[in-house]
């Protein structure tokens, strides 16, 4: 396994010494009075040609600028090579990647740039699927008004799993945002800390009787806004799982052990942000059960308490797992006709026409949240000045608070709200006339291109970080991952910071921050006469309707064996089709195997085995990605990056078949990559890419890395993307 550090040579480059005869040749039949070419700068990987210096965006400009604070990605980048930053090591012996964002952090994004993990309602199954928050962009020719790409597009269209990922990020920004202001109003109200809600109840009385309140109120915000280390000194923080919503005093974490600081249930977790993502996971999938459960009718009130029913005991798994489509069974089974109802289309098409706008009613929320944070807490290399810009917005306000009578700021208001009130058809007009003269005038008031201008979610955020691993030929690894569960321990906390603004003795905040004894040492107090499981309860005893779904299961994993078997035989003979399930579906050992990259990565392209390969040499064309099977000047298709206008991740088996497959055969499923290509742009060296109206696409499948490379693609070139 090659250290951190190591650097690769790009497969299919030219030597150095050629590439430089070239272009002193070109350079003087262009220019003949130029200087002599020994006293020409040698070249670099930031050179002219490449796409990232075109700076199509403020993201693009960021990424190529000399940062002050510089990382191991900053540093390299010297030649023509790719330096490896370590993409066999997960995580272990890996130095500072981006100057001033610690390791985690920058995984943290990645990671929720990729996929979050979730798992999917347990009915007759329980696996695990991804949502992805980046899974689908597209080039446009002109840059947003904001100044950074990667927006949401106006056309992107309603599914229920980008509901489900929007419902997911609205609980990690939003729902953890104010369920921790609720918790610090508790601790301050509790006078648990007697120094700090001393203070704060002193000043606010002495305002009250100098009838300054909102001035105070004000000149807090500017505080806390413009002065970072406020924050800490006026709300210091404390574990969230650790303090009690109701008394603000010190809990037991619901986790039963603080394995997290950032988590409502204090879960351990193996790095940095997995707890809030799988509390965000099981909360979308509790919603989930309630409304199949309310849809399905489970726990009837007709029917007697604890009284057996034959029929259900005989059915496997939960009625609230089967679907919303039992509740037409339900009424059935009681005599109510279904197949009359003329209420049922109409209203079922007006929610599903709802759920778009509501859908990107959430993702704008938590993508206001994502940038407001962001400019109170810029992450390099973006500026620290948006903080400033926000803080101005309050001086008006503080001046009118000081210097402007109550009765005149009331009279104002209702004269604004009155005039506002009645004054519609004139609103009209002025609506009608701004839609003819400046058709997009909406988008020049949209927050995020006047306040917050120049502030990135963090989608926007990351694509920058992993522009700037591109930038230096130092891509970024990708983030750390293990199939072990974390460790059920404590996390490490600051202990006399906690006794101190929880009120609790050592002895206490120990007690409360580890493992109880009884699940240390569940798994160990088992024996083979009376066998327990990791919570220490006898498991129950399997019965007839557990037995049917095992052998249930076993024949839908020799099934699904059977029909990849058949794909092989149809590949064979020619179907394509068939040829985009060729080795998605590997034995057990090789999901183990260490990632790929950062130049080549195994994959399959029209079933034929070969590696995508990343080629980072300087030509007249840039970068390329091509497909090969047999080394260098073997592409069985090459493309420029600089070409490529649309990336899409795409499933291996579709998602019904890769619930199936995780739950019969315990699998992981390798999924593809598509690449759409400008035109007639692309250098085939074998079977074209098939066309779809608007260039070339090439499906490269089997691709286990398919985060990394898709990463890699998008943030390698000059485009401006939007996302889908």
């Not at 593809?672 to 074998?686: C, H, P, R, T, Y």
């Not at 985060?707 to 993307?721: C, I, K, M, P, T």
Request: glycine letters at 8%.
């Amino acid at each position: 396994m090659p250290t951190p550090g190591y650097v690769f040579k790009d497969s299919g480059t030219t030597p150095p010494e050629e590439k430089s005869q070239e272009d002193v040749e070109l350079k003087r039949e262009k220019s003949p009075s130029e200087d002599p070419p020994a006293k020409e700068s040698p070249k670099t990987p930031q050179s002219p040609r490449s796409p990232l210096e075109e700076k199509s965006t403020d993201s693009h400009a960021l990424a190529t600028e000399d940062h002050e604070i510089k990382g191991a990605a900053q540093r390299a980048g010297k030649d023509e090579n790719v330096t490896d930053l370590g993409w066999r090591a997960n995580s272990k012996d890996v130095e500072t990647l981006v100057g001033g964002l610690p390791n985690e952090e920058l995984w943290t994004l990645v990671r929720r740039f990729n996929k979050v993990e979730l798992s999917m309602s347990r009915c007759l199954w329980q696996t695990t699927d991804s949502i992805q928050q980046m899974y689908h962009v597209k080039a446009i020719k002109t840059a947003p008004l904001g100044g950074l790409d990667l927006f949401v597009a106006d056309e992107d269209e309603f599914s229920p799993d980008k509901l489900r990922s929007n419902i997911e990020r609205l609980y990690m920004t939003v729902g953890i945002g104010v369920i921790t202001f609720g918790k610090h109003i508790a601790r301050l109200r509790s006078w648990r800390e007697p120094r700090r809600t001393g203070g704060f109840c002193a000043v606010y009385f002495l305002a009250w009787l100098l009838d300054c309140i909102v001035p105070l109120l004000l000149v807090t915000l500017i505080i806390l806004i413009a002065i970072p280390k406020s924050r800490v000194i006026l709300f210091p923080p404390a574990p969230l799982a650790l303090v009690n919503a109701k008394t603000g005093g010190a809990q037991k974490p619901k986790a039963g052990v603080l394995g997290s600081h950032d988590s409502v249930t204090g879960a351990p977790e193996k790095h940095s942000g997995e707890a809030v993502e799988q509390e965000a996971s099981n909360l979308v999938s509790g919603i989930a059960n309630v409304a199949i459960t309310s849809a399905a009718g489970a726990h009837d009130q007709a029917n007697p308490d604890n009284e057996e029913n034959p029929v259900d005991s005989a059915i496997p798994g939960n009625a609230q797992d089967l679907g919303t489509a039992l509740a037409d069974h339900k009424n059935a089974a009681v005599g109510e006709p279904v197949h009359h109802d003329k209420t049922k289309e109409p209203m079922q098409d007006a929610l599903w026409k709802q759920m778009r706008p509501v859908m990107r009613a959430l993702g704008d929320v938590s993508d206001g949240w994502e940038r407001i944070a962001n400019a109170l807490s810029p992450t390099p290399p973006f500026p620290q000045w948006p903080r400033l810009r926000l803080a101005s917005l309050i001086l008006p306000a503080l001046l009118l608070s000081t210097y402007v009578s109550p009765y005149i700021l009331t009279k104002s208001l209702t004269l604004i709200l009155g005039t506002a009130f009645f004054s519609d058809p004139a609103l009209q007009r002025g609506i009608q006339l701004l839609n003819e003269k400046i058709p997009d005038w909406p988008k020049y008031l949209e927050i995020r291109n006047t306040l917050l201008r120049g502030v990135p979610t963090n989608a926007q955020l990351t694509i920058t970080l992993l522009r700037i691993g591109e930038a230096n030929r130092a891509p970024l690894p990708p983030p750390p991952s293990s199939s072990e569960a974390p460790p059920d321990q404590a996390a490490e906390i600051d202990k006399s910071a906690i006794t101190e603004n929880l009120d609790a003795t050592n002895s206490e905040v120990e007690d409360l921050i580890t493992p109880d004894n009884d699940n240390n040492t569940a798994t160990t107090n088992k024996d083979d006469n009376n066998p327990q499981t990791a919570s220490g309860e006898t498991p129950k005893k399997k019965t007839a309707g557990s037995r049917v779904l095992s052998a249930f299961k076993a024949t839908t994993a020799t099934g699904i064996a059977t029909k990849l078997e058949s794909d092989r035989v149809l590949a064979a003979a020619g179907s394509s089709h068939a040829k985009q399930h060729l080795g998605v579906l590997p034995k057990k050992k090789a999901s183990q195997k260490a990632v790929e990259g950062p130049v080549e990565f195994k994959c399959r392209y029209q079933g034929r085995k070969g590696v995508v390969v990343i080629d980072e040499r300087i030509g007249p064309e840039g970068p390329v990605i091509y497909f090969s099977r047999g080394g260098k000047g073997n592409a069985e298709w090459e493309v420029p990056v600089r070409r490529v206008k649309e990336v899409k991740k795409i499933g291996g088996l579709g998602w019904k078949g890769k619930i199936v497959v995780g739950w019969a055969m315990e699998r992981e499923v390798k999924e593809g990559l598509e690449i759409v290509v400008e035109g007639d742009s692309a250098k085939e060296g074998g079977k074209d890419g098939k066309g779809n109206g608007n260039g070339k696409v090439y499906r490269v499948m089997a691709l286990k890395e398919r985060d990394e490379v898709f990463n890699r693609v998008v943030s390698l070139g000059g485009q401006v993307w939007e996302s889908y």
